[in-house]
């Protein structure tokens, strides 16, 4: 039986709260990995609650590689999130997808080096699926409301995502685009990992605010030139939001590769788990260490 949904969104540069929502609180949640990157904004719209994490902390305070990505992925857990929307600023690596652009990722090639990417890496060891790492009715969700918002948008493209902070070489940035990737961040990655070993789904909206420096005319990326085009993209995806709230619970998840994926995954043999540790994990994998 499908338990109840809730929409959790996770806002990237830029996106730091939620404008006109109603009862609108900020509420501290205590997690086995830490504190999260702020507290967890739950707020209603129409009869619709949902919850959000600035990924950066209110104010932008939190370096890519220092943003406590479990935290975050527990605190939706313990407050009853089943899907994932995460908003992100991006740049771009191919010349038809211009800043102010939408794109909705199907897809990820993982850069990151020094993070911590998984749930367990204690004890118990788990091997999920990515390999398709996204939600197919949270993406077809967005899309309809990008569509209707009459926002520029790409359905279908691979996010690389790198360590950072420092933006691309012009080597890296050339060598990104021979791949044929489409965008590069420094954020969802462990962010899609950890949702998948959690059995949230997860969908990403990238929002293009520069292109990379691979571009002859665009060959410097500055805070200055990105923070301009995210204030609108902010606007934008809070448009975005609004509507998916009103809709994505008439998209179907009977067949999401997030459903249930735990199942499979955990090779370690239940008599080696300690307490401890099957504690540390109740709210990632309870539904599944409890069954044994």
């Known amino acids: 039986m499908m338990k109840k949904r809730k929409l959790g969104i996770i806002g990237g540069s830029g996106l730091y709260k939620m404008e006109g929502f109603k009862k609108s609180k900020w509420y501290e949640i205590k997690t086995p990995w830490g504190k999260p990157s702020d507290k967890v904004l739950i707020a209603k719209l129409d009869k619709e609650e949902i919850c959000f994490i600035p990924r950066h902390s209110r104010g932008h305070k939190i370096n890519p590689s220092n943003i406590n990505f479990r935290a975050n992925v527990d605190a939706f857990k313990q407050v009853g999130v089943t899907d994932i929307i995460s908003v992100s600023a991006v740049g771009s690596l191919k010349e038809s997808l211009e800043p102010g652009k939408f794109v909705i990722v199907d897809q990820f090639i993982d850069r990151t080096f020094s993070r911590v990417k998984t749930f367990f890496d204690e004890e118990?060891?788990?091997?999920?699926?990515?390999?398709?790492?996204?939600?197919?009715?949270?993406?077809?969700?967005?899309?309809?409301?990008?569509?209707?918002?009459?926002?520029?948008?790409?359905?279908?493209?691979?996010?690389?995502?790198?360590?950072?902070?420092?933006?691309?070489?012009?080597?890296?940035?050339?060598?990104?685009?021979?791949?044929?990737?489409?965008?590069?961040?420094?954020?969802?990655?462990?962010?899609?990992?950890?949702?998948?070993?959690?059995?949230?789904?997860?969908?990403?909206?990238?929002?293009?605010?520069?292109?990379?420096?691979?571009?002859?005319?665009?060959?410097?990326?500055?805070?200055?030139?990105?923070?301009?085009?995210?204030?609108?993209?902010?606007?934008?995806?809070?448009?975005?939001?609004?509507?998916?709230?009103?809709?994505?619970?008439?998209?179907?998840?009977?067949?999401?590769?997030?459903n249930d994926c735990l199942d499979t995954a955990i090779i370690t043999d239940p008599k080696l788990r300690t307490k401890k540790t099957v504690k540390k994990l109740k709210h990632i994998a309870g539904r599944v260490l409890n069954k044994r």
């Open 124 to 258: 118990i060891v788990a091997h999920v699926s990515m390999a398709k790492p996204t939600s197919p009715a949270l993406s077809n969700c967005c899309v309809a409301a990008l569509k209707k918002l009459k926002i520029e948008y790409k359905k279908g493209g691979t996010y690389i995502v790198m360590e950072g902070p420092q933006f691309s070489t012009l080597a890296e940035s050339n060598l990104y685009r021979s791949w044929d990737a489409d965008v590069i961040g420094m954020t969802n990655m462990p962010e899609a990992k950890l949702a998948r070993e959690a059995e949230i789904r997860y969908c990403t909206v990238a929002m293009v605010t520069d292109y990379d420096c691979w571009h002859p005319d665009h060959d410097e990326v500055d805070v200055a030139m990105v923070i301009q085009t995210l204030q609108k993209n902010a606007s934008n995806a809070q448009n975005m939001i609004k509507e998916v709230i009103k809709t994505f619970k008439n998209f179907s998840v009977d067949k999401d590769p997030a």
